[in-house]
């Protein structure tokens, strides 16, 4: 099979470019967009200052329900936002959006509720002065970044899918997730990455990304983009001008990509082009420096030579610009909180997501106005871009909300979910197989999982090796299983050893191995038991480059019970593999050379 990329090193000297076909912007407006425009203008000028500068927020709240969360997210609602409810909130700032987490928020436990949610939203924003339905937005990614956990379709992720290597099944993906959240009145979803993963090291994109090709990457984001816009849905590709070159994460600190423009141009700028030549909706900015583009050392969120010289005059992008995060350390390091979302929006940004202070940066704003330093005028150009978006969507065009019946039709549909499930077992990829270990063989019933396992995503009861085990039970194995860890102690690793006995298999599962990892320590003993050993790395696919000996090993690129399935299936022979290496696996001893090209994959039938 062909070898997509060799390593880092020669990623950043051989990348090509994409051939977008994107250099400018179009010099014909056709006649239906003037006359959307013109509609679109007359609401824009409908609108109070005070309207048009809350059209550009996309804040987060606390509580399930738009009217009546309960007393605990009333208070902290009240304690951060100055607010109850997130009906108060659209009311106070006349908002153009929110943006919905799990966990944390409160905001996301099952489909239903979360169509109440979405609806209660559209409510409080119909009841504004100017009634314009919000814009309801979320992270959506799918593998390890998903927010729309139980009773919704679970997805194989990004890198998953650049194993896969299928246009078409990226694009279904795209679609499924698309089509569900639109049922549940969500209509913006953050994805997909588009940045290029040339760094193992990378902290914040890994296997968020499709992989460390930039032509294979922009396929795979053209892909998606396809696939969320046909469902009805926004679709964002983020991190704009590409954050798949850092060992720092943004969320904490404010990265310096060192990429040459000339590299830039190869590596980072492909898929942003392949995105906006597929239509794409919105972009999403990154909180980074890059001194090739912009020698001023402000983040590229900050900066109008990255938003507007590159990716506006260069780069032929009219779609919204939305900011990441302004509540990330990263945009935060030079700026107070009043100035970052005006420097934001001077920059070009249109969209202003999650300030950290809402009614700091709604001021902040509105005072830069109201004094001249933003020019009503800009302000009205980012208002009319976030109303072609509503309008493209379907919500300033008939009703805003979605019923309960919708979100029973469409909503984790059986046909979603064998979709996905067939998706994800042409992603599992085996890396090693020597003396034909997989699959196993039919007298091999009685399995030990053990070893690393990270919680779900949107469900911390739920963790990777029960969950596993389970998987294998459901295929008729007598499995036990016993949790260890990523740290696993020496108590621990007795513990394994000893629950290895008797075993016929032993499937041991790891979560991000390093140098200094005891999780190697785990696999080399269970190894010298004598018990066949199967590996599988459910994180990132470079763990195999520290695990000496291994006869056996496989990379899911995710946790989530579609990835779990799948790959139990797979070591059981239930299905043969197709999936290859989107990003080369370096030498742990010699990180210059590859252990395993990109494009490395074994199956059973050769």
């Known amino acids: ?60 709240f606390y509580g399930a329900s738009a009217a009546s ?89 990004a890198m998953a899918l650049g194993a896969g290597g299928s246009l078409s099944d990226a694009r279904t993906a795209g679609r499924i997730s698309g089509t569900e ?7 913006q979803n953050f994805a997909p990455v588009a940045d290029v993963n040339v760094n193992p090291a990378n902290p914040i994109i890994n ?64 898929p942003f ?31 109008p030579t990255i938003l507007q010289g590159v990716l506006r005059g260069e780069l032929g992008f009219d779609g919204v610009i939305v900011t990441d995060a302004l509540n990330m350390a990263g945009v935060r390091t030079k700026y107070g909180d009043d100035r970052v979302p005006v420097l934001a929006l001077k920059a070009g940004a249109d969209q202003l997501l999650f300030p950290p202070d809402i009614d700091v940066a709604y001021h902040g704003v509105l005072s830069a106005v109201r ?36 979100v029973d039709r469409v909503v984790g549909a059986r046909k979603h979910l064998l979709a996905a499930d067939r998706i994800a077992e042409r992603t599992t990829t085996l890396l090693v197989n020597e003396e034909g270990t997989l699959p196993l063989r039919r007298g091999q019933r009685k399995l030990l999982v053990v070893g690393a396992s990270p919680a779900f995503p949107t469900d911390g009861a739920r963790s990777t090796v029960p969950e596993l085990a389970a998987a294998f039970e459901t295929l008729g194995f007598d499995t036990t299983h016993l949790v260890t860890g990523r740290t696993p102690d020496a108590a621990a690793i007795d513990a394994a050893v000893a629950a290895a006995r008797g075993r016929d298999a032993v499937v041991v599962t790891t979560d991000n191995v390093g140098p200094a990892s005891t999780q190697r320590t785990l696999v080399s003993r269970l190894l ?16 195999v480059a520290h695990l000496d000996g291994v006869r056996a090993s496989l990379a899911s690129y995710c946790w989530t019970e579609v990835e779990l399935r799948a790959a139990a299936r797979v070591i059981a022979g239930r299905v043969d593999l ?26 059973y039938r050769r």
């Open 1 to 60: 099979m062909q070898d997509r990329s060799l390593s880092r090193r020669s990623v950043l000297a051989s990348a090509t470019v994409v051939a977008a076909g994107v250099t400018g912007l179009a010099t014909a407006v056709p006649a239906a967009a003037h006359g959307r425009d013109k509609r679109l203008k007359k609401i824009v000028a409908r609108m109070s200052l005070e309207a048009k500068v809350g059209q550009l927020f996309v804040p987060y």
């Open 69 to 157: 969360p309960s007393e605990a997210d009333q208070e902290r609602n009240l304690r951060e936002l100055g607010v109850r409810t997130v009906a108060e909130l659209v009311a106070k700032y006349h908002l153009g959006g929110v943006i919905l987490f799990s966990g944390w928020t409160n905001n996301i436990h099952d489909p239903r509720q979360v169509a109440e949610l979405t609806n209660g939203v559209q409510r409080a924003s119909l009841a504004l002065p100017t009634p314009v339905p919000s814009l309801i937005s979320v992270d959506q990614e799918h593998g390890a970044n998903v927010r729309v956990g139980s009773g919704a379709t679970q997805l194989p992720g």
């Open 181 to 187: 959240l639109a049922a549940l009145g969500i209509h």
């Open 207 to 270: 296997i968020r990304s499709f992989g460390a090709d930039p032509r294979e990457v922009g396929r795979m984001v053209a892909a998606q983009v396809t696939g969320y816009q046909r469902a009805g849905v926004v679709a964002c590709a983020k991190h704009f001008p590409g954050h798949g070159d850092t060992g720092q994460d943004s969320h904490t600190e404010l990265p310096v990509i060192t990429h040459t423009r000339e590299e830039w141009d190869r590596i980072d700028a492909p």
């Open 273 to 303: 082009r392949a995105a906006i030549a597929a239509g794409v909706d919105s972009i999403m900015t990154a909180h980074l420096q890059v001194p090739a583009l912009d020698p001023s050392n402000d983040p590229a969120t900050l900066s």
């Open 371 to 406: 004094d001249g330093e933003i020019t009503e005028a800009r302000l009205d150009e980012s208002v009319l871009r976030i109303l072609r978006l509503k309008d493209k969507v379907g919500l300033l065009d008939g009703s805003p909300f979605t019923s309960p019946r919708e």
């Open 528 to 543: 010298v038991t004598g018990v066949p050993v199967v590996h599988l790395a459910v994180r990132n696919p470079y763990d």
């Open 578 to 603: 197709r999936g290859t290496l989107p990003v080369p696996v370096q030498r742990a001893d010699d990180p210059a050379r590859a252990l395993f090209p990109a494009g490395h994959g074994l199956s």
